[in-house]
T-cell receptor, first 116, second 111 residues
Framework: GAVVSQHPSWVICKSGTSVKIECRSLDFQATTMFWYRQFPKQSLMLMATSNEGSKATYEQGVEKDKFLINHASLTLSTLTVTSAHPEDSSFYIC????????????FGPGTRLTVT | DAKTTQPTSMDCAEGRAANLPCNHSTISGNEYVYWYRQIHSQGPQYIIHGLKNNETNEMASLIITEDRKSSTLILPHATLRDTAVYYCIAKSTGANSKLTFGKGITLSVRP
């Protein structure tokens, strides 16, 4: 099956700094990518949907100025957590599907962010 | 997208079939039933999806009732590595259709 990678797999940063997480589709072109967040013992919560070359669509309650999403190419999307705070510590997961939304959505392995 | 309901947890013995139920009584005609699983601290893994007919792949079988109001995921020979949270999701087919995760069912496979 198709592979989605994320980098880094884990990151620790200090409060007030910004962190960028990369999501890449390795063997297919991802017209749409999704970013999820998962707190301990909770389910995945969709943060935003991004289409290549256009602005991301954020879910209600997600601050677009805090979580900057860029989907500059068909194989790369980035999530930047700006001015991170300890409450932003979470597991961030990206996913993508190719041209057909009927087929399976492929998920990355996730990035564990810890803000100290 | 239609809401799905699943039991909170279940267990089964290694080597036996695991039957995971899911209710989606308000599913609409263009919504597919998808199953994903998440092993601890990993990204979700696609298992199978279907619309009306039963489906089978190398991982599992999906049985959808004729009225499409419920379905069952079958892992034919569960192993310890199948211990995970399993999510049943109803998703439409629009261009920006998205997977919305509920709480899922925690499957524990015991030796």
């Amino acid at each position: 099956g198709a592979v989605v990678s994320q980098h880094p797999s884990w990151v620790i940063c200090k409060s007030g700094t910004s962190v960028k997480i990369e999501c890449r589709s390795l063997d297919f072109q991802a017209t749409t990518m999704f970013w999820y967040r998962q707190f301990p013992k909770q389910s995945l919560m969709l943060m935003a949907t991004s289409n290549e070359g256009s602005k991301a669509t954020y879910e209600q309650g997600v601050e677009k100025d805090k979580f900057l999403i860029n989907h500059a190419s068909l194989t790369l999307s980035t999530l930047t957590v700006t001015s991170a705070h300890p409450e932003d510590s979470s597991f961030y997961i990206c996913s993508a599907h190719d041209r057909s939304p009927i087929y399976e959505q492929y998920f990355g392995p996730g990035t564990r962010l810890t803000v100290t | 997208d239609a809401k799905t309901t699943q039991p909170t947890s279940m267990d089964c013995a290694e080597g036996r079939a695991a039957n995971l139920p899911c209710n989606h009584s308000t599913i609409s005609g263009n919504e597919y039933v998808y199953w994903y699983r998440q092993i601890h601290s990993q990204g979700p893994q696609y298992i199978i999806h279907g619309l009306k007919n039963n489906e089978t792949n190398e991982m599992a079988s999906l049985i959808i009732t004729e009225d499409r109001k419920s379905s069952t995921l079958i892992l034919p020979h569960a192993t310890l590595r199948d211990t995970a949270v399993y999510y049943c999701i109803a998703k439409s087919t629009g261009a920006n259709s998205k997977l919305t995760f509920g709480k899922g069912i925690t499957l524990s496979v015991r030796p």
